[in-house]
Each structure stands twice: as C-alpha cells, then as structure tokens.
C-alpha cells in the first residue's frame, strides 16, 4: 500500500531525496514514519511526521542532516537526506500511523536501498 523511492549509490557528503506514495489509498491523516535497516542490523526509526506536517521528531543519529515533508495535495511524504555517511547505507521503508508519537506503524511499503560509498 505504500511504496518508497529514490534510493541508490551515491557518495559520502552527498544529498539525496526519497519519496513515499500510496497509490490507490491516501494518508492524509496520518502521521508518516520513516525506518532503516542496515545489513545485518535490526530496523530502526529514523523520523516521523504528523498528518499536517507542523510537526517532526527524528532519532538522533539523523538529527540536523534528515528532514521530512510531506505533500498532502500530492499524497507524498519525503525524506530529504544530506551529508550522508557510510553509515546511512540501509533499506529504507516508510510508513504509516494514525498516531504520531506511535512506536507499531500499521501499515508499511517496500523499501528502497540507499547506499553510501565512502
């Protein structure tokens, strides 16, 4: 129900942007969360949204380089990414939950991989 997109190979330092659509179904009022899993790690949140978008949180190792939008006219969340580190390499999946502060997201897309070359 939810797809994420816009992964791919890119250097340390360098920007890149992921989306999240939900084609067929909208999440408008939905708070929006984005999670990584790393190889050989367990999934991890990254950031979250609330459904208007006045609201964002992130963990701290993103904190100050991630930032999440959302565009509701378009159903799209967006997880802006700058600076990134070898340690970013991961599986991205976005999703979603009627509760912002929420910690059990229930609806989930596939993923897409981001790797950081160093």
């Known amino acids: 129900q939810l797809q994420a997109s816009g992964g791919g190979l890119v250097q340390a330092g360098d920007s890149l942007r992921l989306s999240c659509t939900a084609p067929?179904?909208?999440?408008?009022?939905?708070?929006m969360g984005w999670f990584r899993q790393a190889p050989g790690k367990e999934r991890e949140f990254v950031g979250a949204?609330?459904?208007?978008?006045?609201?964002?949180r992130y963990s701290d190792p993103v904190k100050g380089r991630f930032t999440i939008s959302r565009d509701n006219a378009k159903t799209t969340v967006y997880l802006q990414m700058n600076s990134l580190r070898p340690e970013d390499t991961a599986v991205y999946y976005c999703?979603?939950?009627?509760?912002?502060?929420?910690?059990?997201?229930?609806?989930w897309g596939q993923g897409t991989l981001v790797t950081v070359s160093s």
């Open positions: 949204i609330n459904w208007s978008g006045s609201a964002t």
């Open positions: 999703a979603a939950d009627r509760e912002y502060l929420s910690v059990l997201y229930d609806y």
């Open positions: 067929g179904r909208t999440f408008r009022n939905y708070a």
